[in-house]
């Protein structure tokens, strides 16, 4: 069965520093890897997504990820954080074509200092 | 616009009672989900439905039930089994299957049982 594991619970970064977020998984094959936000009391948004190919994906609001497989990690990233990224960020992993099933960490708490 | 809607946003009900939690799509998916979200844990299935008429039992179905008499509607009622109910619950949808396709979410519904 596939597992994620999202490190840090909470992080506070400064408006304008850059950001990175933590996810490693574990599956046996090539996974599926999701990145989604959670504003507070709202559903989730998809930010960016790997299945194959390159391994640094694009996503919406300036995010990127990378996939590395020696480390089984996707770890999220943004260069300059603006304080409307203030959210929770969850990482998914799923086993594929066939399979409804996603896997989501427990969520990294993202504040954003003026 | 298309997208998915939860009803209703906030639920109080007394322990004992059997509780109904909408959910509707107006985006032609076929596939639809039921998340629990509790702090600290991310999301958790209940239930997902590949098609109408037919459902899966989730990682934690115990006290749930739904039905998909409709392609549209995918109603999830928590139980006076469940023995802790409250939490705030996530309905998704997706083209294919959740594994390899972008979940699009609700809003939620947040239940206390008091």
């Known amino acids: 069965a596939q597992s994620v594991t999202q490190p840090d619970i909470h992080i506070t970064v400064s408006e304008g520093a850059s950001l990175e977020l933590r996810c490693n998984y574990s599956?046996?094959?090539?996974?599926?890897l999701f990145w989604y936000v959670q504003s507070p009391g709202q559903g989730l948004q998809l930010l960016l997504k790997?299945?194959?190919?390159?391994?640094l994906v694009q996503g919406i609001k300036g995010f990127e990820a990378e996939f590395k497989r020696s480390q089984s990690s996707f770890n999220l990233r943004k260069p300059s954080v603006h304080w409307s990224d203030a959210a929770e960020y969850f990482c998914a992993v799923g086993a594929g074509a066939g399979s409804y099933q996603l896997t989501f960490g427990k969520g990294t708490k993202l504040s954003v200092i003026p | 616009d298309g997208g998915i809607t939860q009803s209703p946003k906030y639920l109080f009900r007394k322990e004992g009672q059997n509780v109904t939690l909408s959910c509707e799509q107006n985006l032609n998916h076929d596939a639809m989900y039921w998340y629990r979200q509790d702090p600290g844990q991310g999301l958790r299935l209940i239930y997902y439905s590949q098609i109408v008429n037919d459902f899966q039992k989730g990682d934690i179905a115990e006290g749930y039930s739904v039905s998909r008499e409709k392609k549209e509607s995918f109603p999830l009622t928590v139980t006076s089994a469940q023995k802790n109910p409250t939490a705030f619950y996530l309905c998704?949808?997706?083209?294919?299957?959740?594994?390899?396709?972008?979940?699009?979410f609700g809003e939620g519904s947040r239940l206390t049982v008091l």
């Open positions: 599956y046996g094959a090539t996974p599926y």
């Open positions: 790997y299945f194959s190919g390159d391994t």
């Open positions: 998704a949808s997706s083209l294919a299957g959740g594994s390899t396709g972008e979940l699009f």
